[in-house]
């Protein structure tokens, strides 16, 4: 799994440096387009073929990696060190590119030039020459502005890696804002359902068996089921119904009443969810006060419906799992969200 994220990440980094030269190359092309028109349209005549700036093209192209490539190697180093680094590779690159690279370029001229030109028509190839200072300062303002180029995408890789942990670390955030929301093995419920069942025990011995049944359901939910990721929906809602029996048990009426309005589809959703809503919405009000909680379904979310004596409007938060509280006639209405389960 870490060698599957690793090599990830390495084809992420490749595709994003592919983009970066795919668009130096966009802007290399548009410049030598420039000097072509500014050259042969606006002088006395024609100084310059096309095939000559497709050449130059071509190798200014090419020759970015090799700065790219020792700039990419200097980062590593502090600031003062880049800049003499970069300073002597300049040096070195510049002595390759009014030697070597400009009879590399004059040849591949004069052979593109016999393939799309006759002999009357072809011109002899005008290279570089490092006695002219204009050209030293342009290649000079050319290397910089390679550099440049360079330097701009690294700060946005590095800001686009830093925008996605930052990311990440909010989603994850979240789950665990959400994982708290959710009930959770709350000694105060076992405590309060323990001290109903020995209640119940020494008064009616024989209606024992159905709290204590129900109790394992909720556990055996809590403990195995709760731990995916998302559950059946017709599992939470029985849980939920389970839940409000034990709690209707410890009061010794019905405090709880639990209405759903339809038949629960063959969709899931994150599980404890409705008896989180349970704890916030009602328990943080008034416990003794009776509550109507009314569940309705559409394809892609749940409403719950609480009526009962409102302290204050509950805030849930949590804006990925649940709406606002919305105020309905006779109460508030929650929505959580629904999702179809997954096809193999």
């Known amino acids: 799994m870490q060698i599957d994220t690793r090599v990830t990440a390495q084809i992420k980094k490749r595709s994003y440096w592919l983009k970066v030269f795919l668009a130096y190359a966009a802007v290399e092309a548009c410049i030598q387009l420039l000097l072509w028109l500014v050259l042969n349209h606006f002088g006395g005549s024609p100084i310059s073929i096309l095939e000559f700036h497709v050449v130059m093209w071509v190798f200014q192209c090419l020759l970015a990696w090799p700065i ?42 004069d052979q593109l030039q016999q393939l799309t030109r006759a002999p009357g028509n072809r011109i002899t190839p005008y290279v570089d020459r490092a006695d002219q200072y204009w050209i030293l300062n342009y290649q000079l303002l050319k290397h910089g502005f390679r550099l440049g180029w360079f330097f701009l995408a690294l700060y946005f890789y590095h800001y686009l890696l830093a925008e996605k942990k930052r990311m990440q670390l909010a989603l994850a955030n979240k789950e665990l804002q959400l994982d708290a929301f959710k009930w959770r093995l709350n000694p105060g419920f ?93 328990l943080v009000n008034d416990q003794n006060s009776e509550w109507r909680i009314s569940l309705s379904f559409s394809a892609e979310e749940l409403t719950a419906e609480f009526t009962g004596q409102f302290n204050n409007m509950p805030d849930l938060g949590f804006e990925q799992a649940f709406s606002t509280p919305e105020r309905t006639p006779t109460g508030i209405a929650v929505k959580i969200k629904l999702h179809a389960p997954q096809r193999s």
């Open 68 to 109: 790219w490539l020792v700039a990419w190697k200097a980062t590593r180093y502090p600031v003062l060190a880049q800049v003499i680094i970069n300073l002597a590779f300049y040096v070195v690159y510049s002595f390759a590119w009014f030697g070597p690279v400009q009879d590399g370029i004059a040849f591949c001229f």
């Open 190 to 282: 076992y405590l309060n359902t323990i001290s109903y069942l020995q209640r119940i025990a020494r008064q009616k011995p024989r209606l024992a068996s159905q709290p204590i049944l129900k109790l394992a359901d909720v556990m055996e939910y809590v403990i195995y089921e709760a731990k995916e990721k998302e559950v059946w929906l017709l599992r939470e809602v029985h849980f939920l119904q389970q839940y409000l029996q034990l709690l209707n048990g410890q009061h010794g009426s019905t405090i709880f009443t639990l209405e759903v309005q339809g038949k629960p589809g063959e969709q899931k959703m994150q599980p404890l969810l409705l008896t989180g809503l349970v704890d916030k919405v009602c």
